[in-house]
């Protein structure tokens, strides 16, 4: 079983929706949690961390984070063209080190 | 701040090459991280540092990888020799703490 599992996609969604990037992992003591998007022969870029349960919102976008159901989301509201790119859910588990997810690709099309 | 350096931005090798690939940390961040990125295997951890000290290699593929950093702006990874399934996008990322990492431009590797 991958420790951070994301659908790989891509996920189509009409500009001004909202897209939602849903990731679930397996080691039950991980603490952190963080989303990064990569765009196409770019390094992956940190957008948003959450630590606790609940939701945190940063402008147009959203991560919640379920301990128990051990699920993190990232929900884009108001998608824009420019959003499209390849979504990385990552999670440290209590080491030193942030597992990756293999990512999700979003399309947002006019 | 500049960000995390990385150079060379890319390197076209011939199979048998030593390939020697440097990155620089975001001043003040205490931990450093290679890692390597394909289609096939997204991304990897290969080897990350703690205070210039290595941690933890295990995601090193081979002998022929090496790493160091033998101070806190300066690391570098190393193959030696090169071959074909090497080729690939090289990450540096630093972070402050074991959490939140920034990622350099990558370096893309290609070995003939």
């Known amino acids: 079983q991958k420790e951070v599992e994301q659908n790989s996609g891509p996920l189509s969604v009409p500009e001004g929706a909202i897209a939602s990037l849903n990731c679930t992992y397996s080691d039950r003591v991980s603490q952190s949690f963080f989303w990064y998007r990569q765009y196409s022969g770019k390094s992956p870029e940190l957008i948003m961390s959450i630590y606790s349960n609940g939701d945190k919102e940063d402008g147009r976008f959203t991560a919640q984070l379920n301990k128990a159901s051990q699920y993190v989301s990232l929900l884009i509201r108001d998608s824009q063209p420019s959003d499209s790119a390849t979504y990385l859910c990552a999670v440290n588990t209590n080491t030193d080190k942030l597992i990756f997810g293999t990512g999700t690709r979003l399309q947002v099309f006019p | 701040d500049a960000g995390v350096i990385q150079s060379p931005r890319h390197e076209v090798t011939e199979m048998g090459q030593e390939v020697t690939l440097r990155c620089k940390p975001i001043s003040g961040h205490d931990y450093l991280f290679w890692y390597r990125q394909t289609m096939m295997r997204g991304l990897e951890l290969l080897i990350y540092?703690?205070?210039?000290?290595?941690?933890?290699d295990s995601g090193m593929p081979e002998d022929r990888f090496s790493a160091k950093m033998p101070n806190a702006s300066f690391s570098t990874l190393k193959i030696q020799p090169s071959e074909p399934r090497d080729s690939a996008v090289y990450f540096c990322a630093s972070s402050f703490g074991t959490d939140e990492q920034y990622f350099g431009p990558g370096t893309r590797l290609t070995v003939t």
């Open positions: 540092f703690n205070n210039n000290v290595p941690i933890d």
